[in-house]
């Protein structure tokens, strides 16, 4: 699977399961600022509808099967998480799949999303609303920059939490 553009309209989005909508509550004021100045949907897919209140908001219920088709309609990937031992335990998964799908994450600095996205490189960490908005911005607005980003984030998980790279250190744990 690679990143392509199926619609002439970018689209963030973030996937989860209801209980971790709460998360999204981050970025919700950023969001619909951003939908102010730029035309852009905004994605949800999870197992229950949050009926977002953005302008341009579309929910797509959670499938296994459609599951990476449907991660492909978006052009930035979202992780926001709060700063507690619960998000702490969080494994960065959804960081990885979007990256994997050469999707550019933007995450919090909460766990190991730092250690998973290179900040600037092939995503953003982004701590307060400002960098949440910077970032997710610079992404909107500039399409080779996005490209680039989502090109070195597939490549990082290729590299580095692919199955074929994670081989020896896996056959290490039972020898």
Same mark, same amino acid.
């Given at each position: ?5 199926? %619609? %002439? ?7 989860? %399961?209801?209980?971790?909508?709460? #998360? ?10 951003l939908q102010e100045v730029?035309?852009?949907? !905004? ?6 509808? &949050?009926? /977002?209140?953005?302008?341009? #908001? ?19 990937? /979202? ?13 960065? !998964? ?14 919090? &600095? ?29 992404? /909107? ?11 070195a984030a ?6 580095? #939490? ?5 081989? %020896?250190?896996?056959?290490? /744990?039972?020898?």
């Open positions: 699977f690679m990143q392509e553009q199926q %619609t %002439t309209k970018t689209a963030i989005g973030w996937t989860g %399961t209801f209980s971790t909508l709460k #998360y999204l509550d981050i970025v919700l004021p950023v969001l619909k600022a730029y035309d852009f949907d !905004f994605v949800v897919i999870a197992d229950k509808d &949050p009926k /977002l209140p953005l302008k341009n #908001y579309r929910f797509i219920k959670w499938s296994k099967e459609t599951e990476s088709r449907d991660l492909l309609s978006f052009h930035i990937g /979202l992780m926001p998480l709060f700063d507690d031992d619960i998000s702490k335990g969080k494994c960065g !998964f959804k960081a990885i799949q979007y990256m994997s799908l050469g999707i550019p994450a933007v995450v919090s &600095p909460v766990g190991v999303n730092a250690e998973i996205v290179n900040n600037g490189i092939n995503g953003f960490v982004c701590e307060t609303g400002q960098e949440w908005e910077k970032c997710l911005t610079e992404l /909107l607005t500039h399409t080779t920059v996005r490209e680039d980003m989502g090109k597939r490549t990082k998980i290729q590299e580095k #939490y692919s199955v074929i790279a994670t081989k %020896t250190q896996f056959i290490n /744990l039972f020898t």
